[in-house]
């Protein structure tokens, strides 16, 4: 129904959040530039909190689909799993 109807090429709704599909609403913004702070090395340590649903993940996916090759980083996506 999606993909005919609004001309995607693609499912919107998957398990994976696509940062592709990200709606940059201004708390997104300000959230996206906080993270970019942060990675200046004079923001610190930051942490991102919301409901369910508000676009943390998708958001995260988009700031790290968005850096250079320079920006060597990690993605802990369950903190739960060992170090092995």
């Given at each position: ?72 980083t990690a ?10």
């Amino acid at each position: 129904m999606y993909l005919e109807y609004f001309g995607f090429d693609r499912f919107p709704f998957t398990i994976a959040p696509d940062p592709d599909f990200l709606f940059p609403s201004a708390g997104h913004q300000e959230a996206l530039a906080h993270l970019q702070y942060a990675l200046t090395g004079l923001g610190g340590l930051i942490c991102l909190t919301g409901e369910v649903g508000t676009g943390k993940t998708t958001l995260c996916r988009s700031f790290l689909a968005g850096l250079d090759d320079s920006v060597r980083t990690a993605y802990i996506f369950n903190p739960q799993l060992s170090p092995a």
